[in-house]
């Protein structure tokens, strides 16, 4: 949210600069930046009650002689007679209607509107949608303008499930699905309630009559719709994240006086629904029990003091909650709104003894695994939680970052066997991986667990002794026997069949739940712990790779080993990795045929063929240069 630094600055006594306020803002947790003269705002989705001037400025009143009293309409309202009814007021608890109509329109606004377009580069619309525009953004609370002239009938405010076609007032038409808070004037859909206005009932450059809506909706019912219409709208920003249901007589007497500052007022009513919705709480005073959270010690003088400053009040020993703070439940809330008036760098840090036997034993089991696993040649991945494809037991997320992705995956090893294919369809025969992650189901509620879960195929070893030796039960079995000797291993077959792929490895996986396995798991102490005897990170290349493979014939058995640590220990910069794609030993004519791949890239630029040929070329003659070994063709 953007706002200008001389609307905050003239309700500010001392009249800060713009840097020392930029400061203070950043005490009191609200991340921004600066533009020119204007603060480019980021709130956490808690703290709606901020999204506005007067909402910034409540906070800034800790450190600041703040004038809040904003110009209102002071007189004897009449009131409105409206045909509405309200269907869902738990929805809705709370709902205000005003009625103005003006003598003629305004060609001109004063100043205090005129800035409002000006320093925040808006475009205007018409009057009275412009007012509700620029009140939004004084007080926090969104209101919506029905042209009167258009409202004929009976208003109701209901949860429709049906599907019906609904025109925007910025000339979209959706199809509402499913289940949505709406506004209907004759059985016709006029407004998506805390979303966006519809263009039947919309005000225009010459409507003098006009029924302003303001609204309290629970954000609940709220949360969600813009981003599954694509509508975004200040108004749906601010009610998803709660508004002051206690501010609507304010707001509307406000809107009064902003109309009457730049015309002739012909009619004013206004009329009320609550249904008896009391947002106000409140908690005991208890300063020991803030002290022991923040881990600091005032009195409660000055603890009362800083809550009085945030609009708190104070009444025989508890302590209201205003209702324009619905973030506030707690006396955790409240310790965290006393630490960012202090300042968290002004809390002094403290020893803090933590027990040893604090740590989950999974954590110690799941350490261990991950350690061994590594020193065996797998490699650990991450894929994401979220998946396509939906099973009984799947969750399915209301809000999910990508449509393809709305379910929580149930199990692990359906991500290894894509991260398996991926790797085979990029000549990698031999995979092994691992990862440990947390599963979700619906069964008894929501169910989470802690898994392991492992996919291997190929060889066994990356060195000519190990080609032949193929990845399946019986050796994981072992493996896993290293470190879990007590357990018995639950290893599957994936079926080639149900896959997109040539390669004829057979594909063994194991998914176990880390808590399952004995709390008495072997340690692990083959890895030296010493730093040089771990791998280094290394950024991945920007460019892409090539490889060339080199077929030797070897007739000379002794001479395979010294061939192998010449090639795999080839030093080049452009020379990413180099392994054996190919063995095969002829007993009868006393010959081995062996395959190196080389794969080259660099993290410059684009190799040529001229760079990876001078290279190829050193590779020959240095491996031709031992005694027993030939390239065919060459």
Do not use: W
Request: charged content about 25%; proline content about 3%; overall charge negative.
């Amino acid at each position: 949210m953007k706002i200008a630094y001389r609307h905050l600055v003239q309700h500010i006594e001392e009249s800060p600069s713009i840097e020392h306020i930029s400061n203070k803002l950043f005490q009191l947790g609200h991340e921004h930046e600066i533009d020119g003269d204007i603060f480019d705002m980021e709130f956490t989705p808690n703290r709606g009650d901020c999204l506005s001037i007067n909402g910034l400025l409540r906070d800034l009143a800790v450190f600041y002689t703040v004038d809040l009293n904003q110009e209102v309409f002071t007189e004897k309202l009449n009131e409105l007679q409206l045909d509405f009814e309200n269907l869902s007021k738990n929805t809705c608890p709370k709902i205000s209607f005003l009625k103005l109509e003006i003598d003629q329109v305004p060609e001109m606004y004063k100043n205090s509107l005129d800035n409002y377009f000006t320093d925040l580069g808006l475009n205007k619309n018409n009057f009275f949608t412009d007012v509700s525009n620029y009140l939004s953004y004084e007080t926090g609370q969104p209101t919506h303008c029905y042209d009167g002239d258009k409202m004929g009938g009976k208003l109701l405010f209901h949860e429709i499930e049906k599907s019906e076609e609904f025109e925007t007032l910025l000339d979209k038409k959706i199809a509402l699905t499913g289940k949505n808070p709406v506004f209907s004037l004759n059985d016709i859909v006029i407004n998506l309630a805390g979303v966006v206005g519809g263009k039947s009932t919309s005000c225009s450059t010459n409507t003098k009559t006009v029924i302003v809506e303001c609204a309290f909706f629970q954000p609940e019912a709220i949360i969600g719709k813009s981003v599954k219409y694509d509508i975004q709208s200040e108004a749906s920003h601010k009610f998803e994240r709660g508004v002051d249901p206690d501010c609507h007589e304010r707001v509307l007497r406000r809107f009064i006086k902003l109309v009457d500052d730049h015309a002739d007022i012909k009619e004013i009513s206004i009329i009320s629904y609550d249904s008896k919705y009391n947002p106000i709480h409140q908690l005991p005073v208890n300063v020991q029990k803030i002290n022991q959270i923040i881990g600091i010690n005032i009195t409660e003088n000055e603890y009362l003091n800083y809550l009085s400053k945030l609009r708190f009040n104070i009444e025989e020993g508890f302590i209201k909650v205003p209702s324009f703070r619905s973030d506030v439940k707690t006396q955790n809330d409240l310790a965290e709104e006393v630490a960012r008036v202090i300042g968290y760098n002004n809390i002094p840090t403290s020893e803090i003894n933590i027990p040893q036997n604090e740590k989950p034993n999974y954590k110690d089991v799941e350490n261990k695994l991950r350690f061994f696993l590594l020193d065996h040649g797998f490699y650990e991945v991450i894929n994401s939680p979220f998946v396509s494809l939906s099973v009984d037991e799947a969750i399915k997320v209301d809000n999910p970052l990508d449509s393809n992705r709305e379910y929580l995956r149930t199990n692990i090893t359906n991500s290894l066997v894509e991260n398996l294919l991926f790797n085979e369809r990029r000549q990698k025969d031999s995979i092994k991986l691992f990862e440990i992650s947390d599963v979700y189901s619906s069964s008894n509620g929501i169910n989470k667990k802690r898994k392991l879960s492992i996919i291997a195929s190929g060889r066994v070893g990356e060195n000519y002794k190990d080609f032949s030796k193929k990845i399946n039960k019986k050796y994981l079995v072992m493996l896993f026997k290293k470190i879990l000797p007590n357990e018995v291993f639950d290893f599957k077959i994936v079926s080639r069949e149900l896959l997109d792929t040539k390669i004829k490895n057979e594909i063994v996986t194991l998914e176990a739940n880390i808590n399952s396995f004995s709390s008495d798991i072997l340690s692990y102490n083959e890895i030296s712990q010493s730093p040089e005897s771990f791998t280094q990170y290394s950024p991945i290349s920007d460019f892409p790779s090539s490889f060339k493979d080199i077929s030797y014939s070897i007739k000379d058995y002794s001479k395979t080993q010294e061939l192998e640590n010449l090639l795999l220990n080839y030093q080049c910069d452009i020379i990413k990795d180099v392994y054996i794609f190919d063995y095969f030993k002829n007993v009868k004519q006393k010959e081995i045929k062996i395959g190196f791949r080389f794969t080259f890239q660099s993290k410059k630029a684009t190799l040529n063929s001229a760079e990876m040929e001078l290279v190829y070329n050193d590779i020959v003659d240095k491996s031709l240069s031992i005694s027993g070994i030939s390239i065919p063709g060459i």
